[in-house]
């Protein structure tokens, strides 16, 4: 980062790198199950014994399994017919070599995931992930969490995750299309407009959609665009697809602020990450009041207590792809750039981890605590810990799990996929209008699930046993499939 305004910190933790993943935290299987119902402890010894090893998909599974035991005791055939044993197997894994070569010659050898996890709403939909850091259990909790989420958005999607542990970062473009056309070469046989739908995710951006896409359809001799979703407008893609995980999100927290009679108006807000969905929450939240004071990357944080600029942010880390202490040189004495360090030292009445998984740990909950935080939403995928989610719920604080808030991003591909079945193209404020709308009945739902159980206002609980109740339901009605 630049030396302008910029002050070393490194007391605090550092926010894991663009794409990279927050570990996961040990779970002591037994401490585990101990706190879990009798009927669900089984279902989770089996996941440990049969998935070892894999600590965020051991995550993730618990964070459902923690809330589903109400839903078990009132529906007793959802253990009759094994439900939950069926839904935290995945219907397929695939994984494969993905060779290709570098602008030298060089060979390199990479590993190819696609988890296909449950069809019982519809075709399996979700993102690719290309970082270092993909493996199996990355890809599980993805693909997982995945289920719930596509289930809340109400569209006929089903869930499923993929990637690979390459690193298109420093790469030129024409290594990044030799390298998505290899992945495509052994993926493409699992695709299709009624069976798997590919999106992007970190690492996955248009270029990348494009070269795939373009794979896919020389392999395939079939203009499929409904195949894969996040395309260019120009060739099949939809409007607010970029915007919408981000601005998604923005409209969850406006939508529970609402139900307690406030609002984001000049609300201070931090934001974690600055790629993709921070840059669009951040955008969206400024468009309904709220200030964004802090944003991050892996080298550090900055802090503008003027409130971010958008567009320059947009310049720095979307169009550049540059260090976030770049946007601190240019902004000049307004904001301050901090090495290393943690975004959530910096006060604020919500905060909005969009970077990565376990990125906000209990000792950044601690502090956003201390400093008056609100209101959480998780824009990412299970970027909040365990013990932090805890911490904060006991704390009063309002928690938005990401199998909500973030849900923005899937939804509006869906509405991608319809358009492309239609040979159809929407205006930007017609799609919007229909995110606006599917955000805010995912929290209603939400909000309507959690009192029905007994714990209003819970959105963890809310959005868990919507979720998975919307999928259980089907899963009965086709049989032992």
């Not at 260019?232 to 927290?253: D, I, N, Q």
């Not at 309904?288 to 320059?312: F, K, Q, T």
């Not at 240019?330 to 919500?350: K, L, N």
């Not at 699930?449 to 868990?464: K, L, M, N, W």
Request: net charge negative; glycine share 12%.
């Amino acid at each position: 980062m630049s030396s302008a305004g910029y002050e070393p910190e490194a007391a605090s933790a550092t926010l894991p790198a663009d794409g990279a993943s927050g570990a996961g935290p040990a779970i002591d299987p037994r401490a585990a199950t101990e706190g879990l119902d009798e009927r669900l402890a089984p279902v989770f010894e089996a996941v440990i014994r049969r998935n070892p090893g894999e600590a965020e998909f051991h995550q993730s599974v618990l964070r459902v399994l923690e809330t589903v035991a109400p839903v078990v005791h009132r529906h007793p055939e959802y253990a009759e017919a094994k439900l939950l044993e069926r839904i935290s197997e995945p219907e397929r894994q695939i994984i494969f070599r993905v060779p290709w070569s570098d602008d030298s010659g060089r060979v390199h050898i990479n590993r190819g995931y696609r988890v296909e996890f449950n069809s019982a709403l519809g075709p399996y939909k979700g993102g690719l992930r290309f970082a270092p850091s993909v493996n199996a259990s990355i890809v599980k909790f993805l693909g997982f969490e995945q289920v719930f989420k596509n289930a809340l958005t109400g569209m006929p999607i089903g869930g499923g995750k993929g990637g690979a542990d390459f690193d298109p970062r420093g790469r030129s473009d024409a290594e990044v299309m030799r390298f998505c056309q290899s992945f495509m070469t052994e993926l493409h046989r699992h695709l299709g407009e009624q069976t798997d739908v590919p999106a992007g995710d970190i690492g996955v951006g248009r270029r990348e959609i494009g070269y795939m896409f373009g794979q896919y359809k020389r392999i395939t001799n079939r203009y499929e665009s409904g195949v894969m979703t996040g395309k260019g407008l120009s060739w099949g893609g939809a409007r607010v697809r970029e915007e919408a995980t981000g601005y998604g999100c923005a409209y969850f927290v406006a939508e529970m602020l609402t139900t307690r009679g406030e609002s984001l108006g000049g609300r201070r807000v931090a934001v974690s990450g600055s790629g993709n969905v921070a840059v669009h929450a951040i955008e969206k939240v400024q468009q309904l009041g709220g200030r964004v004071v802090a944003c991050s990357d892996s080298s550090g944080y900055v802090h503008d207590p003027d409130g971010i600029d958008v567009a320059l942010l947009k310049e720095v880390k979307l169009a550049e792809r540059a260090r976030i202490g770049e946007y601190v040189r240019r902004r000049g004495r307004r904001a301050r750039g901090f090495a290393g360090g943690s975004v959530w030292e910096v006060p604020c009445e919500i905060a909005l981890p969009c970077a990565t998984q376990n990125e906000l740990d209990a000792r950044a909950a601690r502090r956003l605590v201390d400093n008056g935080v609100i209101t959480v939403a998780e824009g990412a995928n299970m970027p909040t810990t365990p013990d932090a989610v805890r911490l904060l719920r006991e704390a009063g604080v309002a928690f938005g799990p990401g199998m909500a808030a973030n849900a923005g991003g899937v939804a509006t591909s869906a509405l991608e996929m319809q358009q492309n079945a239609s040979r159809d193209s929407w205006s930007f404020d017609h799609t919007e209008e229909r995110l606006i709308e599917i955000m805010s009945d995912i929290h209603a739902a939400c909000r309507e699930t959690a009192a029905s159980y007994g714990a209003p206002d819970d959105y963890v609980t809310g959005a868990s046993i919507a979720g998975f109740q919307r999928v259980a339901d089907a899963m009965l009605a086709l049989g032992l499939v």
